[in-house]
């Protein structure tokens, strides 16, 4: 079984121009980053070149993760 970890705990802060980046591991492997800013959520596949990142609105974002639950 795959081992996955997320711990976090920050105190409530408006995010400024530079993005806030978590790192993505399975088992010790790096998969990919999350890269967050005021403007859009974006992933970074590991091994993909940066133009090929997945970047999202937070509207976008929004209504994926709704579409997604209802399925």
């Known amino acids: 079984m795959p081992d996955h970890r997320v ?11 530079a993005d806030t980046v978590f790192k993505v591991k399975k088992d ?3 998969l990919g980053t999350i ?4 403007g859009a959520f974006e992933y970074r596949p590991s091994g993909w ?3 090929n990142r997945i970047k999202i609105n937070w509207t976008e974002f929004h209504n ?3 579409n997604t639950r209802s399925k």
Do not use: F, V
């Open 28 to 30: 010790g492997k790096l």
């Open 35 to 38: 890269h967050i800013s005021h």
């Open 64 to 66: 994926i993760i709704l």
């Open 49 to 51: 070149a940066e133009k």
């Open 7 to 17: 711990n976090i705990q920050l105190p409530e802060t408006e995010l400024g121009r």
